[in-house]
């Protein structure tokens, strides 16, 4: 689960949250607690764009990154909680995990770098 904080770290908000469904998926976690992970990324990506928006002006484009990540970040720790307990009995069951390179490295490329696209439409219109 640690690996999904590389994906939020390098693909952004919609990567991690699409890689947090799928995995709370295999893990069992209960629709309920899925749809909280849809909730999340979806706020992240709000938020995201709006500090994006409101600090266009402010402050050059490598904080602005910087930024971004941490929102990524904040994500993958609000997910990676709700996925905590099924992660432990998964891992208690001697469940094997599956690779994260493929689905991983497709998430940080599909869905990453529309997401800058996203942002840096946001900070032209702002």
Known sequence: MASQAYVA???GVLAVTLIGYLNSRRLGVPARDRRWLLVIGAAALTAELV???LLAELITSSPLRIIIRVVALLAYFAMARLQHTPE??????GGE??????P???????????????VAIVVVAS
């Open 88 to 93: 432990r009995v998964f891992q208690l069951r």
């Open 51 to 53: 500090i994006a928006s």
């Open 9 to 11: 770290f390098f693909g």
């Open 97 to 102: 995990h599956a690779r994260l390179w493929k």
């Open 104 to 118: 991983g490295l497709a998430a940080v490329f599909g869905l990453g770098l529309p997401e800058l696209v996203l």
